[in-house]
């Protein structure tokens, strides 16, 4: 094995650790039922979401060939790493089938029955036969294919029934046809009445009824099998200079949504031969690898399964707090003026971001707004609330990335919607992804300008704030409001940079900082001086970063790493990582949030960003990285660190051998971290 794969693990297959990580969730009997669900629908939305975009580019690097795609590729042949996936997948999807199973059992002794169209009673048959005729049928457009000289196009991770028509005196010939289940229209479970512990999908539904939609046909026997596509998502970008970004976007999207088939995975009950029909009509080889599962396929509608007036089979998540310092009915801009505000989601809720930028867009004395938005919830009150600063003669400029991944037709949709109400609307900056998480606010006080800024690492979306653990940093301190107008400058004007002293700034001052800090550890190191680095971050795979630590572990440096998602480093190898530890968190709410700390000879710098260690967030994104100053909020971020670090119920410790150990530490009690942080904070 080459120096180079020793010291890294594939990125590839560390996501898929990770998504392993989400599944032990689902396994775990500790987890109520429900949330068992649900995690079993976030591993079957990142598989999909995996294969669209990594195994696309990966099979897109492979047709590259020779050296050049193992450059692309951090050294590692495509075709060993694509087998390595689809091994691993294949015995995923037995794992996640059996887990489903277990679920469906011990929902039954709770009470909750998952039933299919063959355990139904008389009663309810007739129940599901009078729902399908009132809410299903006319959502269905069943396609003969004998006679088609084109396969239908199949939709990206929409599901379909394959449906198979036999005779007894004609068993050899079969007629086949296909039937998108429609579960954009309908919903994809049906809670029976009166007993309100019976669930039938959507699917069974239709199985039960197929006699209703192929009536015209004489048969003996019919069965429909689920099958489903997954298609590379990558956007194509026209380089055409006469088209708008928004118009190359949206073209963009509608030839994604034709992208070239990456996956297909199909119910293992179907026989061989309709196996073999499929795969030739839609041109789709087995060395393709078609995925074998279960009879039901987008997990992702469990995220939504009713919860059936059942609390004790959810989380019962606590309320969101109150900051301590932070009164009702009183300014937070007067506030922040006098001291900068740490705000720590979900545990602290986020009405307080709304209401700063509430209070702003009426007060008389602010002249203007501006604010970078990359991902937003669905009935956005951050854009409503920029709707009205506008209304009321606010300048609002809002940097919107077109190209936030799966995120680009809503954000085309906000974008003209700001556009048009009178906000100047800048679309990202060319060649960067606009990913900081800003906002400046712009006051007149005594006749001169006064900043207050945001810099956090979360999107400004009050739906995932319920969900992702996120820091948000609200100052007026000048030394980061006047460097976060010069990044609003820049986006303004791509041609001017800016010069940054306390901002770290991708592409053009990160990296450098970052590494500068790590050597400051290094050779504090070598003097006999104290010397750590505490790292927490989404994903961790760029190579420089991850060799710099190898260096400072060499160096005697002590560094705690928190990685969520995505971890090339390999810890614990002698001569070269002995020193340095990862853990990664799955819980009930997403670990979200980046924070490094540095001891800086008990001088401490601690900074929370908005990008990973990822070469895409350090060279070819524009992230923020904010310095905390604020001396309280440096000891509450180590605090909330310390906590995460010695969580014993959730951790997991990262390892070469990808085996998700849960981590065991000294302490006889038990520490779940996001509980204990609520606590903390409270």
Known sequence: MSKEKFLLINRDLSWLSFNDRVLQEAADSNVPLLERLKFLGINSSNRDEFFRVRVATIKRIKKIGGSRAKVMLGGFDPDVVLRQIQQHTFKEQEQFDQIFNTILKELALKGVFIINEKQLSADQGAIVKSYFQEQVLRNLVPIMLDNTPKFPYLKDRSIYFFVAMTTKDKPQKIRHALVEIPTDTVSRFFV?????????????????????????????????????????????IEQDVTKSLVKKVA??????????????????????????????????????????????????????????????????????????ELLPKTSLL???????????????????????????????????????????????????????AVKNGKAVTVVIELQARFDEEANIRWANKLNEEGAKVIHGVPGLKAHSKLFLITRIEKGKEVHYA????????????????????LTADKRLAEEVMRVFHFYNDNYKPGRYKHLLVSPFFMRKKFIQLINKEIENAKNGLDAWIFLKMNSLTDAEMIQKLYDASKAGVKIRMIVRSICALIPGVKNTSENIEIISIVDKYLEHSRVFAFCNDADNKLYISSGDWMSRNLDFRSEVAAPIYNKDIQQQLLQILEIQWSDNVKARIISADKTNYYRLTDSKQKHRSQDDIYTFLS
Do not use: W
Request: proline share 6%.
């Open 334 to 388: 007067n506030f922040i003026k006098q001291k900068d505000v740490l705000l720590s989601f979900p545990y602290h809720s986020y009405h307080y971001i709304i209401d700063v930028l509430r209070e702003a867009s009426v007060d008389p004395k602010v002249k203007s707004i501006q604010i970078t938005l990359y991902r937003l919830g669905k009935n956005s009150h951050i854009v409503n609330t920029l709707l009205n």
């Open 454 to 473: 945001h810099i956090g690492t979360g999107n400004f979306n009050e739906d995932t704030a319920k969900l992702y653990c996120d820091h948000s940093l």
């Open 251 to 324: 073209e963009s999207i509608k030839r994604r949504k034709t992208g070239t088939p990456v996956r297909l995975t199909y119910d293992e009950s179907m026989p061989a031969e309709l196996l073999t029909f499929i795969l030739k009509r839609i041109k789709f080889s087995k060395e393709d690898h078609p995925v074998p599962g279960g009879r039901y396929h987008n997990f992702i509608d469990f995220i939504r399964f009713p919860s059936l007036n059942k609390p004790e089979l959810k989380y019962k998540l606590p309320p969101s707090l109150s900051h301590k």
């Open 192 to 236: 029976l009445p009166k007993e309100n512990k019976y669930i039938i999908l959507l699917d069974d539904i239709i199985r039960y009824c197929l006699d209703d939609i192929f009536f015209n046909f004489e048969y003996d026997s019919i069965q429909a099998y689920t099958i489903k596509i997954t298609r590379d998502a990558e956007l194509d």
